[in-house]
């Protein structure tokens, strides 16, 4: 979720591109939907936003297409940084949204495999919508650290353990100076190793 283009920041395209998957790929923004249909052709395709009730919301333009969104929604960092005309938006669009849970159901998700969550401050909220009787073995959870707080990541981890996921990593983006972003990966039942799992049960036979 939080797909943009299919491509361009994707963690999910190298296992559709490379192993085959297939998926469902959320993305709320009307125009990276447009290129999306085009570079994804496998995988389904929900031009959405998420919500706790089927509505409308009002998104703008950030400074970046990865930003778009509800600054509302945002943590005050992120809405300074990325919304800094928020009170005069350049453009803004209506969009519908769904809880996560019934979209999902809606086309026949039953069980997941990796579910990849990089909605830039909105991951609790997502969570929050979730329909957690569809089993997922590994979540990858965006937490940025210069746009997020402490407290958001804390509930992320409390929903992830309580619906029985145990942290099994962090991998991090960097500068030279400060991390950027930080990747968690949740797991079903236990710590493993993810890579060898992935591989072993998913990777097409040679």
């Not at 361009?8 to 591109?17: H, R, V």
């Not at 159901?105 to 997502?126: C, M």
Request: glycine share 6%; proline share 5%.
């Amino acid at each position: 979720m939080g797909a943009l283009d299919g491509i361009y920041l994707s963690n999910t395209f190298a296992f559709e591109d490379k192993l085959g998957w297939s998926g469902v790929l959320l993305e709320a923004n009307p125009r990276a939907c447009r290129t999306l249909f085009r570079n994804r052709p496998r995988a389904i395709k929900l031009c959405t936003a998420v919500s706790m009730n089927h509505s409308w919301l009002t998104f703008q333009d950030g400074l970046y297409v990865s930003t778009f969104g509800d600054p509302t929604q945002f943590s005050d960092t992120f809405a300074k940084r990325f919304h800094p005309n928020r009170s005069r938006p350049r453009q803004q669009f209506e969009v519908p949204s769904a809880p996560l849970g019934q979209l999902l159901r809606a086309v026949g998700v039953s069980h997941i495999d990796l579910f990849s969550l990089d909605v830039e401050g909105s991951e609790y909220r997502v969570l929050q919508t979730f329909d957690w009787r569809i089993p997922v073995r590994v979540w990858c959870v965006e937490w940025n650290p210069e746009v997020g707080d402490l407290q958001t990541n804390a509930s992320i981890a409390a929903i992830m353990r309580r619906h029985g996921y145990e942290r099994h990593r962090w991998a991090h983006e960097t500068t030279a100076t400060r991390p950027l972003s930080q990747n968690q990966l949740w797991v079903w039942g236990g710590v493993w190793n993810v890579s060898t799992v992935v591989w072993q049960q998913w990777a097409p036979n040679s």
